[in-house]
Nanobody, 115 residues
Framework: QVQLVESGGGLVQAGGSLRLSCAAS????????MGWYRQAPGKQRELVAT???????NYADSVKGRSTISRDNAKNTVYLQMNSLKSDDTGVYYC?????????WGKGILVTVSS
């Protein structure tokens, strides 16, 4: 089994910053890409950012330039630093990891940006 533990969410004022973390444990042999997705109220889940085990990154246009995804392969942990937060960034953020072609999802962590 794969366990994903997300942390770092909460309430933040517009213009502020936060850092999300997601630590993977369990049967994680073959861990490849890691990433973050989010789901705003009434909307579908969408990509925020991903990073491969080689460090290649991909960002949604909505967060590009304001966010940085990184990972610590020794700790099997992925991070998402988000700056200049906007009310549109509000939502539940989900960690996703790909292991041998399969996706595993975290339970989600709430981020609320107050204006």
């Amino acid at each position: 089994q794969v366990q994903l533990v997300e942390s770092g969410g909460g309430l933040v004022q517009a213009g502020g910053s936060l850092r999300l973390s997601c630590a993977a444990s369990g049967i994680i042999f073959g861990l490849n890409a890691m990433g973050w997705y989010r789901q705003a109220p009434g909307k579908q889940r969408e990509l925020v950012a991903t990073i491969t085990n080689a460090g290649r990154t991909n960002y949604a246009d909505s967060v590009k330039g304001r966010s940085t995804i990184s990972r610590d392969n020794a700790k099997n942990t992925v991070y998402l630093q988000m700056n200049s937060l906007k009310s549109d960034d509000t939502g539940v953020y989900y960690c996703d990891v790909q292991i041998l072609g399969m996706d595993y999802w975290g339970k989600g962590i709430l981020v609320t940006v107050s204006s």
